[in-house]
Nanobody, 121 residues
Framework: QVQLVESGGGLVQAGGSLRLSCAVS????????MAWFRQALGKEREFVVL????????DYADSVRFRFAIAGDIARNTVYLQMDDLKPEDTAVYYC??????????????WGQGTQVTVSS
């Protein structure tokens, strides 16, 4: 069973940086498509970024492109989300998610518990 555990959230001023971690257990993340989502209070969950199983393809939401970066550490079996130039509108609970690397589904089967990111103006 795949388990995802996020960490690294916190309070930061606008323009600052944070790095979120998603520790993966049960399987290597190189066998999964890995993604980050976020959900702000009172809003629907939204896609942030996807990294495919090979690590060679990434897809970013327009709102975070050029400010956020996803990366993986195979030795630690951990996926990171580096967030720079943070804005108050980035405030949300951030979730790590994973899905099987098959064409037959786009459903994210595995989810972490979330980590709160708060950006003050």
């Amino acid at each position: 069973q795949v388990q995802l555990v996020e960490s690294g959230g916190g309070l930061v001023q606008a323009g600052g940086s944070l790095r979120l971690s998603c520790a993966v257990s049960g399987r290597t993340f190189r066998n999964l498509h890995m993604a980050w989502f976020r959900q702000a209070l009172g809003k629907e969950r939204e896609f942030v970024v996807l990294m495919d199983w090979s690590g060679t393809r990434t897809d970013y939401a327009d709102s975070v492109r050029f400010r956020f970066a996803i990366a993986g550490d195979i030795a630690r079996n951990t996926v990171y989300l580096q967030m720079d130039d943070l804005k108050p509108e980035d405030t949300a609970v951030y979730y790590c998610a994973a899905r099987e690397p098959v064409l037959s589904t786009t459903t994210y089967k595995y989810w972490g518990q979330g980590t709160q990111v708060t950006v003050s103006s």
